[in-house]
């Protein structure tokens, strides 16, 4: 365990160290509402309250704002070492719902992941942009990473998410969480919901969510918002097309 609190301080040192590059502050759990902002509430499951997207401060270059202190919504039911799986239905527009699991070494892949091509979500376009890593604007980001789940072109559990929210937001904390299980073998209970803004095809950002159970939340414990924007770019998110600036 001496060995994972190291580490973990690595990486998070690290990560500050990517955030400073970027040109991001530290993330605040409370940073204010953005001017000119419209109450947006969507009800993401059972067991999660309502998100206000009114609450979520402009982007500003920063993948990531706090939640509620970091402190996850886990029911107490759920809280156990018996792992699981649950991605929901498709709603009318063909958009993903939250995804939420119970991560242990035996959800984990035992081979490489395949291909994922043949999964269009809602608002994909194939795009490309000068200054992007790889070009292409947008990712078939998996809610919860092939990593911790092993789960390959599964249309629940794909989004359509710019490179920036796929790398430079999201993989962080799914490394964070991958690590921890495989250096204690302990669980970890793990949520991600995309939300949506009325219509639109495609996500303004993403909640993610994790606790470990074992240890009651000390190896493991975040609730944050990650923002589906990329640098340098405007979207549409109503579509999913693009422009610079």
Not at 109 to 129: A, D, E, F, L, M
Not at 153 to 167: E, M, Q, S, W
Request: aromatic share 10%; with cysteine.
């Amino acid at each position: 365990m001496k060995k994972f609190t190291a580490f973990l301080s690595a990486l998070l040192v690290s990560l500050s160290l990517l955030l400073s590059a970027c040109g991001a502050a530290k993330p605040a759990a409370n940073q204010g509402t953005p001017k000119n902002s419209t109450k947006v509430t969507q009800k993401v499951g059972k067991d999660q309250p309502s998100f206000d997207l009114s609450s979520i401060p402009a982007f500003t270059n920063k993948p990531y704002v706090v939640l509620n202190n970091n402190v996850p919504a886990f029911p107490d039911k759920d809280k156990t070492k018996k792992s699981f799986e649950h991605y929901s239905n498709l709603d009318s527009l063909g958009r993903c719902g939250p995804a939420y699991a119970n991560v242990g070494r035996e959800t984990m892949p035992t081979q490489k992941r395949g291909p994922i091509g043949n999964v269009k979500p809602t608002g994909w376009q194939t795009v490309k942009y000068e200054g992007i890593d790889g070009k292409y604007l947008y990712n078939r980001c998996h809610l919860i990473g092939y990593q911790l789940m092993a789960e390959n072109a599964n249309p629940k559990n794909l989004i359509t998410g710019t490179r920036y929210l796929n790398v430079t937001g999201m993989l962080p904390f799914e490394n964070m969480v991958a690590d921890y299980v495989k250096e204690t073998n302990h669980h970890v209970l793990y949520r991600v919901t995309p939300i949506f803004q009325g219509s639109d095809l495609v996500a303004r950002g993403v909640q993610m969510e994790a606790w470990s159970v074992e240890d009651k939340g000390a190896g493991i414990q975040f609730n944050v918002f990650v923002y589906n924007n990329q640098p340098g770019i405007t979207i549409d998110y109503k579509t999913g097309k693009s422009r610079k600036g």
